[in-house]
């Protein structure tokens, strides 16, 4: 039989207080935008330059560029054992947890979930969920 987790949902106030203690400029952010949920291929959204400790040679930190140079430099030797190579094996599951995405001026940022849309990306899944926030 599996071991279950007992997950607490945590009130809006409770969740503030963590973030605002941690990044209090990511909760301004946060509250700044009205949120949605979505399906959105997000290989054409951007991720954090050198996100999950990447040093790779590129100008346009988007998915799909980083998914490709990623994988080229994995086939050199490199980055082995890095999380995204871990959450290849579970990519299927990593759908069912939104990435937090803003949207400006048309363009897509992934706040939250660039290692798992990479790894996802990899893994040829190009949709996924989102909690998309824009400008209200």
């Not at 560029?65 to 082995?80: D, L, N």
Request: hydrophobic share 35%.
């Amino acid at each position: 039989m599996e071991k279950c987790i007992e997950v607490k949902r945590l009130s809006d106030d409770k969740l503030n207080d963590i973030i605002q203690n941690v990044e209090p400029q990511r909760l301004e952010k946060y509250n700044k935008y009205c949120w949605s949920i979505d399906i959105r291929d997000v290989s054409k959204f951007w991720v954090w330059k050198e996100m999950g400790g990447l040093k790779l040679e590129l100008e346009n930190w988007v998915v799909r560029f980083v998914a490709k140079e990623f994988e080229e430099k994995c086939q050199k030797g490199e980055y082995q054992g890095h999380k995204i190579l871990k959450m290849k094996n579970i990519a299927k599951e990593l759908v069912k947890l939104p990435l937090i995405v803003y949207e400006c001026g048309g363009e897509h940022f992934i706040d939250d979930g660039c290692n798992r849309a990479v790894a996802m990306h990899i893994c040829s899944i190009y949709e996924t969920n989102i909690y998309l926030g824009k400008m209200s």
